[in-house]
């Protein structure tokens, strides 16, 4: 261990795949921004949208179980 510092990996992280490996690093955390805003974009009503990064949000986290 190099650092008491929390440590949080991101950019390009956008699939459950991505966040099951960097758990395996030993990450403290992944940040995930442009993979969401790309569900909500890509979304036919806010509604929608909201749901789809629902969807994507329990993807990921089911990815650390």
Known sequence: ?????AVAVGFGISTPEHVSQ??????DGVIIG?????????????REG??????YAKSLKNALL
């Open 1 to 5: 261990q190099v650092t008491d510092k």
């Open 22 to 27: 960097i758990a395996e690093w030993g990450s």
């Open 34 to 46: 442009s993979a969401m805003v790309k569900q909500l974009g890509e979304a036919n009503s806010p």
């Open 50 to 55: 909201l749901k789809r990064l629902e969807v």
